[in-house]
């Protein structure tokens, strides 16, 4: 399997992944979040649009 990452100056996409792969990327791109009432995780990847902002990639 070959699985690339391709981006344009906003977003970036996860392309060619398994479920496998998007769940790590998922986990990667995941922080914790305590707001009021409400605490738990969230992640700034999209999974039904294998994307997340491209500021997050590496330089």
Do not use: C
Request: aromatic share 8%; glycine share 6%.
């Amino acid at each position: 399997m070959t699985v690339r990452i391709v981006s344009n100056a906003v977003n970036a996409m996860v392309s060619g992944a398994d479920d496998n792969v998007k769940r790590l990327v998922q986990e990667m791109l995941s922080y914790e979040v305590e707001a009021g009432d409400w605490k738990g995780t969230s992640t700034m990847f999209n999974w039904s649009k294998n994307a997340f902002p491209r500021v997050l990639l590496n330089r």
